[in-house]
């Protein structure tokens, strides 16, 4: 008969096998991440908002000068008007002098109301 010697470990056992990765941490953690994150977040959020209240003001004040305008640009369109009126008429008399009976600036239609000129001179 073979004696036979079976290989068997030392005492006390092998030493432990090293198999973790021992990485050193590069950064910032998760939760430092998300609060920076959130952060920026909110402070774009204020930025915007600031903005929107700049915006509807500047619309607000374009609002109003276009309203305090109105008197102003409606004299200047009647002045306009009159002025052209006035013209036509003195163009109308001159062209129709040789005309008997003919009336400068009577109207074709007879109403009290107000008709402005469908056309217009230049």
């Known amino acids: 008969m073979v004696n036979y010697k079976q290989d068997l470990p030392p005492k006390g056992g092998f030493e432990a096998i090293k198999f973790k990765r021992n ?4 950064g910032p953690g998760g939760a430092v991440i998300f609060g920076a994150v959130t ?32 008197p102003l640009l409606l004299a200047e369109s009647d002045r306009d008007i009159y002025r052209r009126e006035q013209a036509a008429l003195a163009r109308e008399k001159e062209i129709m002098k040789d005309v008997p009976g003919w009336e400068v600036g009577q109207k074709a239609y007879h109403s009290k109301r107000y008709q ?7």
């Not at 952060?39 to 619309?59: D, H, M, S, T, Y």
């Open 116 to 122: 402005p000129a469908s056309i217009v001179v230049i």
């Open 39 to 70: 952060a920026i977040c909110a402070f774009g959020f204020w930025r915007v908002g600031l903005g929107n209240l700049e915006k509807r003001e500047l619309q607000r004040e374009k609002a109003w000068s276009r309203i305090h305008l109105v």
């Open 23 to 26: 990485l050193p941490t590069k």
